[in-house]
């Protein structure tokens, strides 16, 4: 096979999975799923057709990261089919729901040989002519969310060309090594020292917070992850909303509000630090760009003094926007303050990181989806097994119909169910009784 470009150099993003003890993150199973309900016809050749599109458009997708090498690179192919397995499944119409998103569990649940190019595989399954599940699957080391919704709306902007014999409307991009050598001039620019001396001073003395599991955490997970699903209803959702527009604050500060408040109860710590995801494309030329862009940059927020909610809340405000302002990749803050992981060494604290995503905010998302006559993405209700890299994720997702959809991932080994259920209760319980008074002391909400 013909390699196009020999070399480019990997992110942050990738070298920080490129270390010891990440190797789980270029394992098979380290996948990202997604799946789409579809009604009307389906012509299985342009899809085919426009899956290939994708990977044409897209290098990542066509991506091998070289690790065993000093320093690691990227190893980019020309394009490449993309698997498509089609296959009916009849169903009758009550039980279809409950099948779409075994589908979708199943999609989870694959996997993807790092070496095998394409970086993405689809299933089409029909239960009849009129209602389909398309599942495509990805590998993480080279997607994030922001990526997954950008090959679903190209893929379905590639499928209308096919079937309508016309060219597909989407912006021209570059491509992730763009990205990565924008960020490596960026590194190298005056101003990285001075966000360095910021977080040198921010971090000092700090360790970051783990969630105690309820045993040993293994020095290699060998069960499988799990979901452990719950919500923030719409009505607490509203609130939050409105409590947004009058603090001048974003749903991300708030959620975050709240899971300090639940790290202290936890902890006991008045300055919890947490591990945090920002969707990394600070500047709007990688917008349409797939890779791995995902930061992880560490909240430490003071919360001495703090009488209210509220004030919590504007604390935690402050600590994102200097993060904001001071963004650096967390490998740059690894490499400067090794001991803010130390607490990590005990046996049974677990990394942990949240995340929060405002899919209302991502212009990418564009469901429902236009393939067919209407296609919406499929969402867990249920638990189901994932596979994770290490440590736990506190995942938030407020979605278009109102509420915020949660889960916290979190491997058996380590953690009781129950523990994680009274853990995901309380910050709910949290959560809704800061909106109900915002004012009222935050340690006894």
Same mark, same amino acid.
């Given at each position: 096979?013909?390699?196009?470009?020999?070399?480019?150099?990997?992110?942050?993003?990738? /070298?920080?999975?490129?270390?010891?003890?990440?190797?789980?993150?270029?394992?098979?199973?380290?996948?990202?799923?997604?799946?789409?309900?579809?009604?009307?016809?389906?012509?299985?050749?342009?899809?085919?057709?426009? /899956?290939?599109?994708?990977?044409?458009?897209?290098?990542?997708?066509?991506?091998?990261?070289?690790?065993?090498a000093e320093?690691?690179?990227?190893?980019?192919?020309?394009?490449?089919?993309?698997? /498509?397995?089609?296959?009916? /499944?009849?169903?009758?119409?009550?039980a279809r729901a409950q099948a779409a998103e075994d589908l979708l569990g199943e999609a989870e649940d694959s996997s993807i040989d790092v070496e095998q190019l394409p970086l993405l595989r689809a299933t089409l399954t029909r239960f009849d002519d009129s209602d389909w599940v398309l599942s495509v699957v990805t590998h993480h080391s080279g997607c994030d969310g922001w990526s997954m919704n950008l090959i679903l709306r190209d893929l379905v902007e590639y499928y209308a060309a096919r079937i309508g014999d016309r060219p597909a409307e989407l912006p021209d991009i570059p491509q992730y090594q763009d990205y990565v050598r924008w960020q490596q001039a960026e590194i190298e620019q005056p101003r990285t020292a001075t966000k360095m001396a910021y977080w040198q001073r921010q971090l000092a003395g700090a360790q970051l917070f783990g969630l105690p599991g309820d045993h040993p955490v293994p020095a290699r997970y060998t069960a499988p992850y799990y979901r452990h699903p719950f919500f923030i209803d719409r009505e607490t959702t509203a609130a939050v909303n409105r409590f947004t527009k009058a603090e001048r604050c974003s749903g991300f500060m708030v959620m975050l509000a709240a899971f300090n408040v639940l790290a202290h109860r936890i902890s006991g710590s008045l300055d919890p630090t947490i591990s945090t995801v920002f969707h990394g494309r600070s500047d709007p030329r990688f917008q349409d760009t797939l890779g791995m862009f995902m930061?992880?940059?560490?909240?430490?927020?003071?919360?001495?003094?703090?009488?209210?909610?509220?004030?919590?809340?504007?604390?935690?405000?402050?600590?994102?926007?200097?993060?904001?302002?001071?963004?650096?990749?967390l490998p740059q803050i690894l490499q400067a303050m090794p001991s803010i992981r130390s607490a990590l060494r005990h046996p049974v604290n677990a990394y942990s990181v949240f995340s929060y995503w405002d899919l209302t905010l991502t212009r990418a998302t564009g469901e429902p989806y236009q393939i067919g006559e209407g296609?919406?993405?499929?969402?867990?209700?249920?638990?189901?097994?994932?596979?994770?890299?290490?440590?736990?994720?506190?995942?938030?997702?407020?979605?278009?119909?109102?509420?915020?959809?949660?889960?916290?991932?979190?491997?058996?080994?380590?953690?009781?169910?129950?523990?994680?259920?009274?853990?995901?209760?309380?910050?709910?319980?949290?959560?809704a009784a800061a909106m109900a008074d915002p004012n009222q002391n935050w340690q006894q909400l």
């Open positions: 096979m013909t390699v196009i470009e020999v070399r480019p150099p990997v992110s942050q993003q990738q /070298l920080l999975w490129c270390t010891p003890g990440q190797s789980d993150a270029f394992s098979p199973r380290f996948v990202m799923g997604r799946a789409l309900r579809i009604t009307g016809r389906i012509d299985a050749a342009a899809l085919q057709a426009a /899956l290939d599109d994708v990977v044409a458009r897209h290098e990542m997708l066509r991506t091998i990261v070289v690790r065993d320093p690691p690179y990227q190893e980019i192919h020309p394009p490449l089919p993309v698997p /498509l397995t089609v296959r009916d /499944l009849p169903t009758p119409a009550e930061n992880f940059p560490i909240m430490r927020t003071d919360l001495a003094g703090c009488r209210s909610f509220q004030d919590v809340v504007l604390r935690t405000r402050a600590t994102c926007l200097d993060a904001l302002e001071h963004e650096v990749t296609a919406t993405v499929i969402r867990r209700s249920s638990r189901q097994s994932e596979k994770l890299p290490g440590g736990t994720t506190w995942g938030m997702v407020a979605t278009p119909s109102g509420e915020v959809s949660c889960g916290l991932q979190y491997n058996s080994e380590v953690f009781e169910e129950q523990t994680i259920a009274d853990w995901t209760a309380d910050y709910c319980r949290i959560v």
